[in-house]
């Protein structure tokens, strides 16, 4: 027989698993995941204003002079 664990279980009624935690607990996932996502939309955001300045500084240069 192997070992058991030995840490002790709460009990049940400490262990609270009903519709509003759970509701709860997926707003805070969504809430999380959205963080990520304006994160990622910023960053991608920004390297594309970078991008196009580089470009049309590019583009300024190499414009002949009328």
Avoid: S
């Amino acid at each position: 027989m192997g070992l058991r664990n030995t840490v002790i279980r709460r009990p049940r009624r400490f262990n609270k698993h009903n519709a509003t935690v759970a509701r709860r607990r997926k707003k805070v996932r969504w809430l999380l995941a959205q963080r990520a996502r304006v994160r990622n939309y910023r960053r991608f955001f920004q390297a594309q204003c970078e991008l196009t300045a580089k470009a049309e500084a590019r583009r300024k240069d190499n414009q002949p002079v009328r």
